[in-house]
């Protein structure tokens, strides 16, 4: 029954997130590090015995890397505009 019960609940957010095709980088990102998390956590903790408590702490783990993945991929792009924005100043 936990088993089914996961699997209903990975499909209810698969369904929610697929509709937010308007979210900023960051929500993306994030969400899509939950979800895949909660989808590992499940399948982890339907081995131990408790898929809804790994889909759970798998979210949280997952959302936190999500995030952690967007603000190093905003790094990446700042340092890149501001280097070719120099390189373009230096060179006139």
């Given at each position: 029954m936990s088993r089914s019960?996961?699997?209903?609940?990975?499909?209810?957010?698969?369904?929610?997130?697929?509709?937010?095709?308007?979210?900023?980088?960051?929500?993306?990102?994030?969400?899509?590090?939950?979800l895949g998390g909660a989808a590992g956590g499940a399948l982890i903790g339907a081995m131990a015995g408790n898929a809804g408590l790994g889909a759970a702490i798998g979210a949280g783990?997952?959302?936190?890397?999500?995030?952690?993945?967007?603000?190093?991929?905003?790094?990446s792009e700042r340092a890149y505009s501001q280097g070719y924005a120099a390189g373009r100043a230096s060179s006139r």
């Open positions: 019960l996961a699997t209903a609940g990975l499909l209810a957010a698969i369904l929610s997130l697929s509709a937010c095709a308007d979210l900023s980088p960051t929500a993306q990102r994030t969400g899509t590090g939950a783990v997952g959302a936190l890397g999500g995030f952690a993945w967007d603000q190093s991929v905003q790094r």
